[in-house]
């Protein structure tokens, strides 16, 4: 961890595990995601970096529109 502040948001959202993927203090993941094969993880990842920026950019995320309205 670089940072008290890091430490902190590991603390929040994981329960020890790692990789701990936290975004915009939003959503979150523990583990690697490899379960769902390569391609998979790189959509979702990308779905939910869309769903934080709203959409931008829209050439990378009109691609993955369909997973992104699956995240509440």
């Not at 936290?22 to 990308?46: I, N, P």
Request: hydrophobic share 30%; with cysteine.
């Amino acid at each position: 961890m670089d940072s008290d502040e890091d430490m902190d948001v590991f603390s929040k959202y994981s329960t020890g595990g790692i990789p701990t993927l936290v975004f915009g203090c939003k959503y979150y993941r523990v583990g690697a995601g490899t379960q769902s094969g390569e391609e998979q993880e790189t959509k979702d990842l990308t779905a939910l970096i869309c769903k934080l920026t709203g959409s931008q950019p829209v050439d990378v995320c009109e691609q993955v529109q369909d997973l992104i309205q699956e995240i509440k």
